[in-house]
């Protein structure tokens, strides 16, 4: 999907009904320019909601590459998500050329900091704070999860936030054999300390991770692989497989126009629903 203006984001974006939520469009969270984000507040919290009533949050990482990416593109994700009651955040976060990793998960974290200080002004609850994301942005999601060094500069740690979703993450991506990556990712010294793999201790919050069994641009191998090293380490994960969707899919699947059977959604939908806010831990399939 490209950001152009007749692009196929665009027009699927020009379908998603807005009838489920209110936006709070360019929301500060820092001073630099991509330091912004959107909120798409559930209309039902607004309307028949007590003003004490408190709803779940998904921060929703997009991707692109770790160069690109736009939060206005990613409207149907914000509409799929508060249909069904969550308080949904995406933020703007600072890309190559202008960032490299490690200042690459910078922003994600200082957006973390904003919501879990700022979200209870929306009717959210700050104990229960969902870190998500596709593709790039899921390994910047499950990378807060996993390695504290990133949360514990703006004072949090991964055990604040009640879980982590990942649909077709890069996990566990070397060797890098693009000049771009291995530009944005370091040296061979450097590049381990760029895969969440590497950091999985078994202390990570429930965290859900999704796969699509033809996605050619990110390997299933990352997801299966994170997946078994966190349950080897004793930690909370649960996967769900699509066997037919590619890497696109698994987030242009959450957008109403072409939900189809709607499995996806409903599969995170359901890990928000359930998932408690401290100490019980998943069943694993």
């Known amino acids: 999907m490209t950001t152009a203006a007749c692009s196929p984001i665009k027009i699927l974006n020009a379908l998603v ?45 997009y991707g692109g590459s770790w160069d690109s990416g736009a939060r206005a593109d990613y409207k149907f994700v914000g509409e799929a998500l508060a249909s069904h009651g969550f308080i949904v955040v995406i933020p703007d976060y600072r890309v190559y050329p202008d960032v490299l990793f490690p200042e690459l998960m910078a922003d994600p974290a200082i957006a ?27 390994h910047l999601a499950v990378m807060l999860a996993v390695n504290p060094e990133y949360l514990a500069k703006q004072s949090l740690k991964p055990t604040d936030f009640a879980g982590v979703i990942g649909l077709a993450g890069p996990y566990d991506f070397l060797p890098l054999k693009s000049e771009r990556l291995k530009t944005i990712f370091g040296s061979d010294a450097e590049q381990p300390k760029s895969q969440p793999i590497n950091f999985v201790d078994g202390k990570n919050p429930p965290m859900l991770l999704a796969v699509g069994k033809k996605d050619n641009t990110v ?54 629903q359930n998932t408690p806010e401290k100490g019980v831990k998943l069943s694993r399939p």
Request: glycine fraction near 8%; proline fraction near 4%.
């Open 219 to 272: 390997w299933p191998r990352n997801t299966y692989n994170l997946a078994r090293k966190i349950k080897k380490n004793n930690g909370q994960v649960q996967v769900i497989t699509f066997e037919n969707y590619g890497h696109i899919d698994m987030v242009a699947k959450l957008a109403k126009p072409l939900r189809g059977d709607g499995e996806l959604l409903k599969g995170v939908v359901d890990f928000i």
């Open 112 to 138: 973390a900091r904003w919501v879990k200080d700022n979200i209870q002004l929306y009717q959210g609850d700050t104990n229960q704070v969902f870190l998500a994301g596709h593709s790039a942005g899921a």
């Open 17 to 61: 009904p807005e009838s489920a939520y209110k936006l709070e469009s360019t929301v500060a969270y820092g001073k630099l320019a991509r330091q912004k984000l959107d909120i798409y507040l559930p209309k039902n919290t607004l309307e028949n909601s007590a003003p004490s009533a408190k709803r779940k949050v998904v921060i929703f990482f």
